[in-house]
């Protein structure tokens, strides 16, 4: 049965790469899929200096880590089993489990909702944390995931690997051609016209960006 349900994992991962392409193409909003259900967010999540910063009480809420938010310190605390964590709004700081970390942007309220980087939500969660840059999506997966499909973590980092993998193979068939400019230079000095292609740089915490090179 196991077999099955992680069988079925990949086969979820891998299913959407034509619609995901698409939907890249088009800059949408991003949103948040957890255990494979999107998030109902009030306050969508956004990039600042290369940073994904997403809402999170629906995040943690899903992640079953309860929230208090301390009105004075402008600090929101966590706690679960095993886990606590305090993030201030504004600072660069946080604490989990009593040990500091950096944060590459601080956290922000926007419309009445506390934002923060989204390593921050895999740091002080052990949840496994990836970016979709083809969906624009931030994927989380918790332990109960991992036990009901049978998976390791590292299976499932694999998995999403080769999705994107797949992904940017797809976004590369569909992204046009650029027609090479005239050049008038005479052949043989070093500079000829080459034709360029896309190709996404991805990460899967901090996000992807698409460069541009020569074509093979």
Known sequence: MRTLAATLAVLLLLLPLTQTTVLAQGSPQIVVIHNDKQLQLNTPPYAKNGTTLVPM???F???GIALRWDQAAQ???GTKSGLEFSIKVGSKQAVINGKSVQLAEPAAIISGNT???LRFIGEASNAVVLWNPYMNAVHTYDSAYLEQTGLTKQQLLDNFAQY????KQEAAKNQPKSTPKPDNKKPGNG??????????RYHPIYGG???WQPCP
Do not use: G
């Open 115 to 117: 934002l923060v980087p």
């Open 57 to 59: 009480r629906p995040v």
């Open 209 to 211: 960006s698409l460069e």
């Open 164 to 167: 994107l993998e797949k992904a």
């Open 61 to 63: 809420a899903a992640l």
């Open 75 to 77: 600090t929101v605390h």
């Open 191 to 200: 500079n000829d016209n080459q034709q360029l292609c896309s190709v996404w």
